[in-house]
């Protein structure tokens, strides 16, 4: 069973458009939710994360929008530019060693 | 600082041949991780551990083995290869009490045929 389900699968963007991908969860007990960022031939890098007590995220071009009652958050890429095309994960994690799960990645390419 | 360090970085092997891949950090995290990524699949976690001398069975375990006899080193063991096991493997650390904010390895990617 999924416990983090992820969309879409691929993304296409021009360059200076908004990236938009959505996750959703179940399990209530989930209490951070990050978002990893992977380069072809990387690693996944953390990149920005928010805690179900705020809506709303932003570090720099990337936001996180949060929906409680609906169990939904998502990434939104403003003025997206081809550096930022990767794979995104999104994640739940609550206490416990082995309570993270990610999503099933989001490949993102943006063209110039 | 090195952070974490996978060799490993890319592997082949025949089917029933073993090998071990050595994740090491430096950041003195006590949780270790290894993860396997196949297309459309994800991040899988394999097995984990949450200090030296312990392990414990993740989402995919079966195939393979580990090992954390030092606390900055985290071995995972592919007893008898099988192409199944083709992927792309991550290792990740964490510090105790931040749950979601994992490291990870640049991967090491391993191909049975």
């Known amino acids: 069973q999924q416990q983090v389900k992820q969309s879409p699968q691929s993304l296409i963007v021009q360059k200076g458009g908004i990236s938009i991908i959505n996750c959703a969860y179940e399990n209530t007990a989930f209490d951070y939710f990050p978002w990893y960022q992977q380069f072809p031939g990387k690693g996944p890098a953390l990149l920005i994360a928010i805690r179900p007590d705020v809506s709303e995220k932003k570090e720099g071009r990337f936001t996180i929008s949060f929906n409680k009652s609906a169990k939904q958050f998502s990434l939104h890429i403003m003025d997206s530019q081809p550096g930022d095309s990767a794979t995104y994960f999104c994640a739940a994690s609550g206490s416990g060693a082995n309570n993270l799960f990610f999503g099933t990645g989001t490949r993102l390419t943006v063209i110039p | 600082n090195a952070g974490v360090t996978q060799t490993p970085k890319f592997r082949v092997l025949k089917t029933g041949q073993s090998m071990t891949l050595l994740c090491a950090q430096d950041m003195n995290h006590e949780y270790m991780y290894w993860y396997r990524q196949d297309p459309g699949m994800g991040l899988r976690l394999i097995h984990y551990s949450v200090g030296e001398g312990t392990t414990a069975k993740g989402e995919v375990p079966d195939g393979y083995n580990v090992s954390r006899l030092k606390k900055q080193n985290f071995l995972l063991g592919l007893e008898s290869a099988a192409p199944s096991q083709t992927s792309v493997y991550f290792c990740?650390?964490?510090?105790?009490?931040?749950?979601?904010?994992?490291?990870f390895g640049e991967g090491s990617r391993l191909t049975v045929l």
């Open positions: 990740a650390s964490r510090l105790l009490g931040l749950a979601g904010e994992l490291f």
